[in-house]
């Protein structure tokens, strides 16, 4: 099952480019990896999806290496309201998981 | 806005109670999707419906019973809870089952007494 690994938390400053690692070493040929951001007390909001190489879109950009083993989530020039909760789902077929997630703290 | 309305956003109920929550999505989306998040847990995938038929039920306790009338519609009907029910339940919705973006609600915060 293509469980995912992520870190717990990670701390940035304001501005700066920030990058989340999601580890998914059993993911299945034909699923996508997504990445969603949960603010407390809300449902997770789409960010990106990718299948592999790199996606960009007008909030982020998504890094898929060869082996798709992992996925890179690059967040470009963080404000405050970048302060979240960000997951990585990754499917198996018919069955898939959110990770635990890595809580994104932005200081001023 | 997020497209997928859930109501109520916050349930108090004893565990004798019985009460459902529900979930209303417009996108014109098949498949629909009911979690569990817990307080530091990750997501909990509960049950799963792709055109109105259940496809995946996740070894959820019998207490926890989905309906879904049509494909813009989905229930969660909540009978001799535990304390440990307590949660944030989170109703989603996609084009297709999978791992195609999900659209969330903004969950039901449910207490028990």
């Known amino acids: 099952l293509a469980k995912t690994t992520q870190p717990i938390s990670m701390d940035s400053y304001e501005g700066q480019e920030v990058n989340i690692t999601c580890s998914h070493n059993?993911?299945?040929?034909?699923?996508?990896i997504t990445w969603y951001q949960q603010f407390p007390s809300q449902g997770p909001r789409f960010i990106i999806q990718?299948?592999?190489t790199k996606v960009t879109n007008e909030v982020a950009s998504l890094f898929i290496p060869a082996d798709r083993k992992s996925s890179t989530l690059s967040l470009p020039r963080v404000s405050l309201s970048d302060t979240a909760v960000y997951y990585c789902?990754?499917?198996?077929?018919?069955?898939?998981?959110f990770g635990s997630g890595t809580k994104l703290n932005v200081k001023p | 806005e997020t497209g997928v309305t859930q109501t109520p956003r916050h349930l108090v109920m004893g565990m004798t109670n019985k009460k459902s929550l529900k979930c209303e999505q417009h996108?014109?989306?098949?498949?629909m999707y009911w979690y569990k998040q817990s307080a530091k847990k990750p997501l909990e995938l509960m049950f799963v419906?792709?055109?109105?038929?259940?496809?995946e039920n996740n070894s959820v306790p019998s207490r926890f019973s989905p309906e879904c009338p049509n494909s813009s519609h989905l229930f969660l009907h909540l009978h001799t809870l535990q304390p440990e029910d307590s949660a944030l339940y989170l109703c989603?919705?996609?084009?297709?089952?999978?791992?195609?973006?999900?659209?969330f609600g903004d969950g039901t915060r449910l207490s028990i007494l």
């Open positions: 990718g299948y592999k």
């Open positions: 989603a919705s996609s084009q297709e089952r999978g791992t195609r973006p999900q659209h």
């Open positions: 996108l014109g989306h098949n498949a």
């Open positions: 789902l990754v499917g198996d077929g018919g069955k898939f998981y």
């Open positions: 419906y792709n055109f109105k038929e259940q496809t």
């Open positions: 059993n993911i299945a040929t034909n699923d996508y």
